[in-house]
């Protein structure tokens, strides 16, 4: 089992930045693929980045691809999410999710992910 806690969230100007935090425990979080999904009001949630073990391999959505930065440290435990630009269609809760690999793979969909955190609410206004 792997607990996901999220942490970071808050409201914030457009053009303004965050950095969300997913810290884990238990489970074997150096061979987990890490991703970070977003679900805004009354739509479905959506892919926004995957990071594999080492950190070295991501991808992005588009709609977030040069305005946000993932990053892991394994010793903590913990994966980051840098939030740069803000716009307020950023707002959403975001999660992150867990998958636990023999082989790093990068994941988008989330019925790939068998662990997910309880969420943090990042809201952006205009």
């Known amino acids: 089992q792997v607990q996901l806690v999220e942490s970071g969230g808050g409201l914030v100007q457009a053009g303004g930045c965050l950095r969300l935090?997913?810290?884990?425990?238990?489970?074997?979080?150096?061979?987990?693929?890490m991703g970070w999904f977003r679900q805004a009001p009354g739509k479905e949630r959506d892919f926004v980045v995957s990071?594999?073990?080492?950190?070295?391999?991501?991808y992005y959505a588009d709609s977030v691809k040069g305005r946000f930065a993932v990053s892991r440290d394994n010793a903590k435990k913990t994966v980051y999410l840098q939030m740069n630009s803000l716009k307020p269609e950023d707002t959403a809760v975001y999660y992150c999710?867990?998958?636990?690999?023999?082989?790093?793979?990068?994941?988008?969909?989330?019925?790939?992910?068998?662990?997910w955190g309880q969420g943090t609410q990042v809201t952006v206004s205009s």
């Open positions: 999710a867990a998958v636990i690999q023999v082989r790093p793979k990068l994941v988008s969909r989330d019925n790939e992910y068998n662990y």
């Open positions: 990071i594999t073990w080492s950190g070295d391999t991501t």
């Open positions: 935090s997913c810290a884990a425990s238990g489970g074997t979080f150096s061979r987990s693929t």
